[in-house]
């Protein structure tokens, strides 16, 4: 771990060593088991909870299902992948370029308390006032400014904003900390991006998690939305601040706080459906299906909203792959149909 000075571990500092070990023990023992397992096993469970949702199960050979289990791994990935990122990039370009710098660190192992419970507050302040109080006031203006003032204003604010509130950051950090002169610049420079990034972040959150809390009773849905921006903050100061224990930590508890924000903004539940339109399979609205003309003459068709051309309109396609189509009808029942029945299919 890297150590901010040479002086006798603290409580902090145990705590610290411990998450890095076991963190780097972790990973250095089951990479490539996870690499191998968890590809395949969330392809495969991204699907499992497609067709129960759908209650229906297709008939596909080895090969196509063995492609399909790799496709939606790599997209389950990709979209995990995004909220680790999220969460583990902000921290890790403020760390290592302003406070983990030689004359910064210098400066502030000075100004920490040799050691006890006066080092962890003040080190716990400085990790506030350079994460979480930026990430909570750019989090709270961008949402501002969007839902309540002019979204015509968002774009301004969100790029200006930052600016304002690193500098007072920066300049209350190197006043606390009896940082060298002009260090406020350096950590303008330096938080700008993160900032701004977070800030799109928990807007985007909010944009969201909107939908799932607006049936909510009217306290608790907009109780809900204020404290989104003071969580989010909070669970992106507390990855950013991790890293004072190495790379491997941090990437942890990102991949432990992406899969439950993943889930607290719906990406995570929806992910099954979202896959499944992606990749063309079904989950999407056909503007028309061509039967077959001697498919439509048998008793079983009738049943079917199909017109005089034997054409069924406005269908939603469920599932597209394999021996048999599967479509929910406008009355909500779901028709499952052999794919040698349909000559042709016809998208918006």
């Known amino acids: ?98 406070i983990n710098t030689p004359a910064i660190k210098e400066d502030i192992t000075y100004a920490l308390p040799y050691r006890g419970e006066g080092r962890f507050r003040k080190l716990m302040l400085l990790m506030a006032l350079v994460f979480f109080v930026p990430y909570l006031l750019i989090g709270l203006s961008d949402a501002i400014i969007l839902f309540f003032i002019d979204p015509e204003l968002f774009i301004g604010v969100s790029l200006l904003a930052p600016i304002l509130i690193t500098l007072l950051a920066g300049i209350v950090v190197q006043w606390l900390f009896k940082l060298q002169s002009f260090s406020f610049l350096k950590f303008v420079w330096q938080a700008y991006v993160p900032v701004m990034a977070v800030g799109y972040f928990i807007v985007w959150m909010l944009g969201k998690a909107y939908p799932l809390v607006n049936e909510w009773p009217l306290f608790t849905k907009w109780a809900t939305l204020c404290a989104a921006p003071l969580a989010i903050a909070f669970v992106v100061t507390m990855t950013s601040m991790v890293f004072i224990a190495g790379w491997n930590a941090a990437l942890m508890f990102s991949l432990f706080f992406a899969l439950f924000l993943a889930g607290y903004s ?42 005089d051309q034997c054409v069924l309109n406005d269908v939603q396609v469920v599932w597209s792959l394999g021996e048999a189509f599967v479509l929910r009808l406008a009355d909500g029942s779901t028709a499952r149909l052999p794919a040698t029945a349909i000559r042709a299919l016809v998208k918006p």
Not at 29 to 57: C, D, E, I, Q, W
Not at 64 to 88: D, E, R
Not at 281 to 297: E, H, M, T
């Open 266 to 307: 719906g990406v995570l539940t929806t992910l099954p459906e979202t896959m499944v339109k992606t990749l063309g399979l079904g989950n999407y609205q056909a503007k028309a299906i061509v039967l077959d003309a001697s498919y439509c003459a048998k008793e079983q068709a009738r049943v079917l909203p199909t017109d």
């Open 1 to 98: 771990m890297p150590r901010w000075t040479d002086q006798p571990a603290t409580d902090t500092d145990a705590v610290f060593d411990f998450i890095l070990e076991f963190s780097g023990t972790f990973l250095r023992r089951h990479a490539s088991l996870l690499a191998k397992v968890l590809p395949p096993t969330l392809g495969f469970g991204m699907f499992l909870a497609y067709f129960a949702r759908n209650h229906f199960y297709p008939s596909f050979d080895l090969f196509q299902f063995s492609s399909l289990l790799l496709a939606a791994a790599c997209l389950g990935f990709l979209t995990i992948g995004a909220f680790v990122a999220a969460l583990f990039l902000p921290g890790a370009w403020v760390y290592y370029g302003f």
